[in-house]
């Protein structure tokens, strides 16, 4: 079992910067893969970024550039870093983990579990 606990979320004029946090509690090493979703009112669930366990990392388009995710193994705590940021990027944000083994990290995978979200808004 694995407990996602994400935090960092608030309110940022456009061009501003916020690092999202996601506390997990259980194992993620090895064979995991962890994502940052988002949701905005109106719109479908959408991937941002994914992170394999090797480290390896893919972003959506509308992020590339100005987002970026991380993890530090020792905390057990994933992070995305976002700059540069939108009143596009305006939505609920969500941390999500999986067990991928040896397959690609994809936003498409079936992630069995998630946090309970993080609201992210940008001011024009």
């Known amino acids: 079992q694995v407990q996602l606990v994400e935090s960092g979320g608030g309110s940022v004029q456009a061009g501003g910067s916020l690092r999202l946090s996601c506390a997990a509690y259980?194992?993620?090493?090895?064979?995991?893969?962890m994502g940052w979703f988002r949701q905005a009112p109106g719109k479908e669930r959408e991937g941002v970024a994914t992170?394999?366990?090797?480290?390896?990392?893919s972003y959506a388009d509308s992020v590339k550039g100005r987002f970026t995710i991380s993890k530090d193994n020792a905390k057990n705590t994933l992070y995305l870093q976002m700059n540069s940021l939108k009143p596009e990027d305006t939505a609920m944000y969500y941390c999500?983990?999986?067990?991928?083994?040896?397959?690609?990290?994809?936003?498409?995978?079936?992630?069995?579990?998630w946090g309970q979200g993080t609201q992210v808004t940008v001011s024009s």
């Open positions: 259980g194992y993620t090493g090895i064979g995991y893969c």
């Open positions: 992170r394999n366990s090797d480290g390896s990392t």
């Open positions: 999500a983990a999986v067990y991928a083994g040896r397959r690609f990290c994809s936003p498409t995978m079936d992630f069995g579990y």
